[in-house]
């Protein structure tokens, strides 16, 4: 059997973890190949060794059937090797164009050749279908199109093994078939393809062969086609999951958060565009409140008008009867609304810190964490350890774990539990299961319908439509900025939710929703 990739061994540590435990990965050319496992469970890191991020401590790396020792990116790029990693590679302040050819720009005379470049750009971005617009910024465009740029950047330099680490977790349902659609044409042409998710239904629509991890281990590698999802699930939990959420009937009481007549300008540059327009709505205790909608409709601008982190242009915030709109965002924070944010590395996280100085972000200046201005770092760690033990945040040295060392998945626990262990009465969640693992997103579900049995108003901002259709009482579809739909998740489909989503479902466009 030729494979064009052998990872033999691979042994890859850090202070207090074992993050690969001689780990073995083997990759046909042309095929698809999943590499599943919960948050923490080791794949990232494996990927970061065969990329040359990471050196192991043990083990060989065959390429081809030859054995290398691949010390960075370049040389992985001088073996055919791109990487679309997790949290994204971009340089915010330059173009499109400018991050697909960073380190592989054509120069004559010492002048940048961009023209060759943008020429080469459409014509891959025609041929695998990944629409993007070369001259914006990529400061200025959505998450979805960021991934596009970063999968242009692997064809861009003719990379014949492409690893994508969980590349569906900003995506839309619409962005990740057209995501699907691109990775069969790309493993058609010969392309290997190692395909990192937790998403199951995703595997069984596009990988060929599965590889599992659990904690830092090899449990076993199997055939997509004749394995079911549940036997998948169990290798990667090591027990069974059940997704399916029962959600107790509720009578709402009064309304928590009240939105009226609310408009955001764009604040992108050389934008003077409404990009909230006219939204009215409201979320009552005891009920869970969705806004569902492709990306790029308004969410974030709406969010972060919500939240304080930008103010309205008009209208009128009210949280518990209290007029919030133009108050800043400690205090919303402090007078009931919890954020799990979209963006954790951005708006959730400081990396920098410690897991422990992230879980008291919200409360670092109450007298329980400070005295007369000095942080109190015995209570400080004793609170996190209580959170960390309770919320199974995994971490290598508990609260002392920096957290830009965490898995991805652990950081959105940290985040999760940090804003529910607040006791909020309000909770905006956006995304809040983006790039996890079942076994973590069934605990998050439980933990958001719990907030609501307990009588708190939820708001849950998302994009994977079963997640909307299980979690709501009530939906309301975003469209061009616009509250065009308020519906019951029993009495309609998720093809006619998705065609509301889309602006074209009978009647859905610019009507006016309390």
Do not use: W
């Amino acid at each position: 059997m030729d494979y064009i990739i052998e990872m033999l061994g691979i042994t890859k540590e850090f202070p207090g973890i074992v993050a690969n435990n001689e780990v073995t990965l083997k990759v046909k050319k042309g095929e698809i190949h999943a590499l599943l496992g919960e948050n923490g469970a080791g794949k990232s890191t494996l990927m970061n060794v065969l990329f040359g991020l990471y050196q192991p401590e043990k083990g060989v790396i065959k390429i081809r059937g030859k054995e290398v020792n691949i010390f960075g990116p370049r040389e992985a790029n001088a073996l055919g090797i791109g990487m679309v990693h997790q949290h994204f590679m971009l340089v915010d302040s330059f173009t499109v164009l400018q991050n697909i050819v960073l380190g592989m720009e054509t120069v004559a005379g010492g002048l940048l050749r961009m023209e060759e470049a943008r020429k080469k750009v459409m014509a891959l971005s025609e041929q695998y279908g990944l629409k993007v617009d070369p001259s914006a910024l990529v400061s200025d465009i959505s998450v979805g199109m960021q991934q596009r740029v970063e999968i242009l950047k692997m064809l861009y330099r003719e990379n014949e093994i492409l690893i994508f680490d969980e590349p569906t977790a900003v995506l839309t349902p619409q962005e990740i078939d057209e995501l699907m659609h691109t990775m069969r044409g790309l493993a058609a042409e010969g392309k290997s393809i190692i395909f990192i998710t937790h998403k199951l239904n995703e595997i069984k629509a596009v990988a060929d062969r599965c590889t599992v991890l659990r904690r830092g281990k090899f449990i076993g590698v199997v055939d997509v086609a004749s394995t079911s999802k549940e036997t998948l699930s169990e290798m990667m939990v090591g027990r069974k999951v059940n997704l399916e959420i029962d959600l107790q009937p509720l009578t709402p009481g009064e309304p928590v958060l009240q939105v009226d007549k609310l408009f955001v300008k764009s604040r992108r540059q050389g934008q003077d565009k409404d990009v909230v327009k006219n939204v009215s709505f409201s979320v009552r205790k005891g009920e869970i409140v969705c806004i569902a909608g492709i990306d790029g409709n308004g969410q974030t601008e709406l969010v972060h008008a919500l939240t304080g982190l930008t103010m309205p242009d008009s209208g009128l915030l009210t949280l518990n009867g209290e007029d919030i709109t133009r108050q800043s965002v400690r205090f919303r924070n402090t007078h009931g609304i919890a954020h799990i944010p979209e963006d954790r590395h951005k708006h959730g996280l400081v990396l920098d810190y410690t897991l422990g100085e992230n879980l008291v972000l919200q409360g670092y200046f109450t007298p329980e964490f400070q005295n007369n201005g000095f942080l109190r770092r015995k209570k400080i760690i004793n609170y996190a350890d209580k959170l960390i033990d309770k919320y199974d945040i995994r971490s290598g040295q508990g609260a002392l774990t920096p957290a830009r060392s965490m898995s991805g998945g652990n950081q959105q626990k940290a985040i999760v539990a940090r804003e529910i262990d607040r006791n909020p009465d309000l909770l905006v969640a956006v995304q809040p299961t983006r790039g996890l693992d079942v076994g973590a997103i069934e605990y998050i579900h439980h933990k958001l319908v719990e907030q609501r049995d307990a009588g708190k108003a939820v708001l849950l901002i998302s994009l994977e439509l079963d997640e909307v259709m299980n979690l709501s009482d009530r939906i309301l579809v975003i469209y061009e900025g616009s509250i065009v739909a308020d519906l019951n998740p029993k009495e309609i489909t998720v093809q006619e939710l998705g065609l509301y989503m889309a602006g074209s479902a009978p009647g859905a466009v610019g009507r006016d929703v309390q």
